[in-house]
């Protein structure tokens, strides 16, 4: 009796590509870029709370759009302070008038009282346009311009 040839090969074909894909693996891969508390799509799914105005200082001289979750779109809209824990306002800054084209997007997220006092029980962020964070918390420099709205609950724009 004659054996099948090739019986053996398709199991031998699969070992020898995973052999050699693992061979070939980074050992040390990159680590997944940390990103932002807020959802990529915070164009659509978050309220927007602020129209496109130019922000010649405070941001780098964006135009900048402001967004807001269900938490924080009444408290924002109606000026209702302190904002509740999980309030999220996200401002898209954009390189054009008409905000079509995000450059980069900057949040604050607040926390629970007593979180962190030093910094207003907010945690800032700033991403690139993919969500992607620029910095972990970028709190000293942005914490410190909002310190002139504390009685905003250091949110310096208005709708």
């Known amino acids: 009796m004659r054996k099948a040839r090739g019986s053996r090969a398709p199991l031998a074909h699969a070992s020898l590509c995973l052999l050699l894909a693992s061979a070939c693996s980074d050992p040390d891969p990159e680590p997944a870029p940390k990103l932002a508390f807020w959802p990529l799509d915070f164009e659509t799914s978050y309220a927007k709370v602020r129209d496109c105005r130019l922000s010649p200082a405070e941001h780098d001289g964006y135009y900048i759009q402001v967004f807001a979750n269900s938490a924080a779109e009444q408290a924002y809209v109606e000026g209702l302070y302190p904002f509740a824990p999980g309030s999220e306002l996200v401002k898209g800054e954009y390189e054009d008038d008409a905000c079509a084209v995000l450059a980069r997007t900057s949040g604050m997220q607040k926390l629970e009282p007593g979180s962190d006092p030093e910094l207003a029980d907010w945690q800032w962020q700033r991403a690139d346009r ?16 909002h310190e002139a709205c504390e009685s905003s609950d250091y949110t310096c724009t208005e709708p």
């Open 130 to 145: 993919q969500g992607h964070l620029k910095t972990e918390t970028p709190a000293r420099s942005c914490a410190g311009c």
